[in-house]
């Protein structure tokens, strides 16, 4: 029987349990049957692990949401694909990623490129398809412009720094560590400042000679919101696209963005790949960007799928950088 990652109840890393599973004799019609080699593991995994995120499933249910393996069986009615076909998915309901084997909807999976192996693939897909649309369709950075962008060496923020090089514009990521700011600066973040130790207001103010900036991307959440709305200019837009660092409490409207008229959004990559047009587009767009060496996939480290929980308590220790797969 093959294995997965069971959550039973919600809480910690240590919820997350190892146990095998039975997998039915015939694929569905319109889904194919993958052997999954490689798993990406996303901060977003944390927020449904310990309850944070209103959950769409029942208790008990398999994690994840990222996954790239090897089609080994095919339902009836999918024409477009094989078996022997390399394939990933990523951020398409339902949950379920951590496992081996796998059926999952054709219309959903994307055909991988020779150039990208299966580990790449895993570690790369969920987090630069929202560097995609976070810089390309929800606002659009442009050449030589400033902008804010938190946890620069984090799996999204080394995308984010080598997206931004690519397309000219001028990221300043922050960053809690020198080393971390070493490896952002290689990955092509332009300005770097270490939140720990320095203000970044007035490091925004030095850098943009007093103009603020017109885009803030906030993963961080909590710790830095009220930072990141000082930083804009007027008429600013606030994106808050996640929260390692907890959620933020309960705003109010008129004092936090009206004396600067702001914009704010709140988003989720679901929303940006909602068919198969969205998908294809964002995910040539990432591999464009990896084919032509704008992008290289920094995969930080390997966990066996039975270690899984190590690895959320790696990301949750904010001692990683880059992504982190695991491999069943
Ligand atoms: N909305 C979307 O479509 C979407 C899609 C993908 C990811 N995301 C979000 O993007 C963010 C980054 O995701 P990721 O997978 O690439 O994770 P990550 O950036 O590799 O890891 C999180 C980083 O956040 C920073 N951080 C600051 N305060 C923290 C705290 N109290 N606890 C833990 N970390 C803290 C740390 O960097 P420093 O030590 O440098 O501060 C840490 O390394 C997450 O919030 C995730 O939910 C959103």
Redesign the pocket.
């Given at each position: 029987m093959p294995n997965r990652i069971v959550v039973s109840q919600l809480g910690g890393p240590e919820v997350l349990k190892y146990q095998s599973y039975n997998i039915s004799d015939n694929v569905p019609d319109n889904q194919v049957r993958i052997k999954q080699t490689s798993i990406g593991?996303?901060?977003?995994d944390t927020?449904h692990r310990s309850g944070i995120y209103p959950l769409a499933v029942d208790l008990p249910f398999c994690l994840g949401l990222e996954a790239a393996g090897e089609i080994i069986e095919i339902g009836n009615s999918v024409n477009d694909l094989k078996i022997g076909d390399r394939v990933a998915y990523s951020?398409s309901p339902p949950l379920g990623a951590y496992c081996e084997i796998r059926d999952f909807e054709a219309d959903k999976v994307i055909k991988l490129p020779d150039f990208i192996s299966n580990d790449e693939a895993a570690s790369i897909l969920?987090?630069g398809m929202?560097v995609e649309?976070?810089f390309e369709r929800l606002y659009k950075i442009k050449k030589n412009e400033i902008f804010l962008f938190?946890?620069?060496?984090?799996?999204?923020?080394l995308i984010a720094s080598q997206w931004a090089k690519s397309n000219g514009a001028k990221m300043i990521g922050?960053?809690?560590?020198e080393d971390?700011s070493d490896l952002a600066k290689k990955n092509g973040c332009e300005y770097i400042i270490n939140?720990k130790n320095s203000d970044v207001y007035e490091e925004v103010l030095k850098i943009t000679k007093k103009k603020c900036v017109n885009v803030v991307y906030d993963?961080?959440?909590k710790?830095?919101f009220e930072i990141s709305l000082k930083c804009l200019n007027h008429r600013g837009l606030m994106v808050s696209?996640?929260?390692?660092?907890?959620m933020i409490d309960s705003v109010d409207l008129h004092s936090t963005f009206n004396p600067k008229s702001l914009y704010f959004t709140?988003?989720?990559?679901?929303h940006?790949i909602r068919n198969r047009e969205e998908l294809n587009l964002s995910s040539n767009r990432l591999f464009e960007k990896i084919k032509n060496k704008d992008i290289t996939p920094n995969i930080y480290k390997k966990f066996k799928l039975s270690d899984a929980s190590e690895a959320h308590e790696l990301?949750?220790?904010?001692?990683?950088?880059?992504?982190?797969i695991l491999k069943p």
């Open positions: 593991l996303n901060y977003i927020y951020f969920l987090q929202t649309y976070l938190h946890a620069a060496a984090g799996g999204v923020g922050t960053v809690s560590t971390k939140y993963g961080v959440g710790d830095t696209f996640g929260q390692s660092s907890g709140r988003p989720t990559l679901m940006y990301i949750q220790s904010r001692k990683s950088v880059g992504s982190i």
